[in-house]
């Protein structure tokens, strides 16, 4: 594909990458258990530690965010796991606590709604739960779940840690870890920082480093005992995806240029300036009120349009795209997303490419 072959994504992931972050990956390799990957992880790990609003190391997986995900159900799991479930990502974490071999129970809700906290505290008021997973931003049907309100309830059992992706709002919005009393805090490369699949980035509190201690079948690519060991001289377990890492190094200095909460308000100012074309064309969302995320927007296809062929027509006139649904609701929603980079003007353009292209 040629630079003029390229066709623009405004899909929730992966989203689209900036030339300056594409050229941060040609850097020259360096060997990664020498000197010099040291000096890159040690300069970008404080930076890591505030977007995280922790004190605790913050670690690089080679892996997608999924390699996190089932790793903390083998360090955390000793007993039995609440599986929050509310959308296509969430659903399947039940599924891989089953496949680890772990006891796993169901709190589902309907795709369109969040996990409420008396949902939570009526689960965990039967005893014999020892960690909660959650997804805080649920990409397929954008709903965002009350991660502080339910952060409160958990702290309520004493034993039970909080597991928790953020995968699609990572750098949107504020999410303090330790504030919040979150034992595992993941995230993904390929949405809000605006970098290509590939890397996950994580970190643990001393309530779950304790627990992983004791788990006898936890592994040892996800082991979070080597992470913290090797992280403690500036290291990784295995080995590390060193372009990806001169990349986020880029897109860090991207961040504290702009300013982490300036950054929080473009985003939902972008959000917002979605939000307001789907009214004004009719459309309906499909998170429910007060639950709806800020890095991308789910649209209710209240109106039945042919989403495939306005997709298509999308591409073929104005080379970009966004997401015809997940799972499903493939087809009965649509998505477009405003994280990364995306700016007033960019998502402007988009609107517009969408209105000449919305068939009647």
Not at 207 to 217: I, L, N, P, Q, V
């Amino acid at each position: 594909m040629t630079p003029t072959d390229h066709v623009k994504l405004f899909i929730p992931g992966p989203v689209e990458i900036s030339e300056k972050t594409f050229q941060a990956f040609r850097t020259p390799m360096i060997g990664h258990r020498s000197g010099d990957f040291k000096k890159l992880y040690a300069e970008i790990h404080p930076r890591l530690q505030t977007l995280f609003g922790t004190r605790q190391p913050v670690f690089i997986s080679t892996s997608s965010a999924w390699g996190v995900m089932e790793g903390a159900i083998r360090n955390i799991v000793a007993r039995k796991v609440l599986n929050c479930m509310n959308g296509a990502f969430s659903d399947k974490w039940f599924d891989v606590s089953k496949r680890c071999g772990k006891e796993a129970e169901a709190l589902q809700a309907e795709w369109s709604q969040p996990i409420l906290p008396g949902q939570v505290d009526a689960a965990l008021a039967k005893g014999g739960f020892d960690a909660v997973t959650l997804i805080h931003n649920e990409t397929s049907t954008g709903v965002k779940n009350p991660l502080k309100e339910i952060a409160a309830v958990v702290k309520k059992y004493p034993g039970v840690l909080l597991i928790v992706d953020t995968v699609s709002s990572f750098s949107t919005e504020a999410i303090p870890m330790d504030e919040l009393g979150i034992d595992v805090l993941l995230t993904g490369s390929q949405k809000a920082l605006a970098l290509p699949p590939g890397m996950a980035l994580f970190s643990v509190s001393e309530a779950a480093f304790e627990r992983a201690a004791t788990m006898k079948d936890r592994g040892y690519y996800f082991d979070f005992i080597e992470f913290k060991k090797n992280q403690a001289d500036d290291m990784t377990p295995s080995t590390p995806v060193i372009s990806h890492i001169y990349a986020l190094r880029s897109k860090l200095d991207d961040i504290f240029t702009e300013g982490v909460e300036a950054r929080y308000a473009r985003h939902a100012k972008l959000n917002g300036i979605v939000h307001e074309w789907a009214k004004k064309n009719g459309f309906e969302f499909f998170a429910a009120e007060g639950y709806r995320s800020v890095s991308l927007t789910c649209v209710k296809n209240n109106q039945d349009v042919d989403v495939a062929a306005w997709i298509k027509a999308l591409r073929e006139k104005y080379r970009c795209v966004i997401d015809g649904g997940y799972g499903k609701i493939k087809g009965k929603t649509f998505r477009i997303s405003n994280m990364g980079d995306e700016t007033e003007a960019t998502i402007t353009a988009l609107l517009g490419w969408l209105d000449d292209t919305l068939p009647s």
